[in-house]
T-cell receptor, first 114, second 113 residues
């Protein structure tokens, strides 16, 4: 079974631009969560989507948004990029009805904002 | 406000010995705890979890201990192997099945031959 895939793997943008990251979950997984990893803050929860609806949201500004499609693929968008948005963005999928929290992570997209 | 804390950024252990990674949490509403391992250029992979109704869970070389009164959990790896060298993250959630995980900042474990 293929794992979680994320595209692109690396991205360089300048301040003020916007960016869209993509995540394809494991086949059959309906929940997709996004996390931001930075050296100072560790992994921080951005949001979670299930059946095309945002179910949970972390403490990030409105510049961070996402969506999920009917095939469970998800995208996240960051508008008006700031230097502090440079981070590794991780997507995780899970089989919601498995009875545990196990989330399967993709390799991440490394975003650098110049 | 760091609700899950891993106070040791790094840990070095000799191969064959026991590795003990520690994690503290502040939110008493957390009910389920997980450990993830991360290699460079890869996403975190799930290792082991524990529910708050237990104080210990074992899976092969990995054992997680939970002390609810102290709001403390630890991961024991015995015996430690070179392939265990990675960054280990502790995570917590409000209930088993919750998709929102609160992570610690990670501990880099290095196993020396």
């Amino acid at each position: 079974k293929a794992g979680v895939t994320q595209t692109p793997r690396y991205l360089i943008k300048t301040r003020g631009q916007q960016v869209t990251l993509s995540c394809s979950p494991i086949s059959g997984h309906r929940s997709v969560s996004w996390y931001q990893q930075t050296p100072g803050q560790g992994l921080q929860f951005l949001f979670e989507y299930f059946s095309e609806t945002q179910r949970n949201k972390g403490n990030f500004p409105g510049r961070f948004s996402g969506r999920q499609f009917s095939n469970s693929r998800s995208e996240m968008n960051v508008s008006t990029l700031e230097l502090g948005d440079s981070a590794l963005y991780l997507c995780a999928s899970s089989l919601v009805f498995s009875g545990n929290n196990e989330q399967f992570f993709g390799p991440g997209t490394r975003l650098t904002v110049l | 406000d760091q609700q899950v804390k891993q106070n040791s950024p790094s840990l070095s252990v000799q191969e064959g010995r026991i590795s003990i990674l520690n994690c503290d949490y502040t939110n008493s509403m957390f009910d389920y705890f997980l450990w993830y391992k991360k290699y460079p250029a890869e996403g975190p992979t799930f290792l082991i979890s524990i529910s708050s109704i237990k104080d210990k869970n074992e899976d092969g070389r990995f054992t997680v201990f939970l002390n609810k009164s102290a709001k403390h959990l630890s991961l024991h790896i015995v015996p430690s192997q070179p392939g265990d060298s990675a960054v280990y993250f502790c995570a917590a959630s409000a209930y088993q099945g919750a998709q929102k995980l609160v992570f610690g900042q990670g501990t880099r474990l290095t196993i020396n031959p």
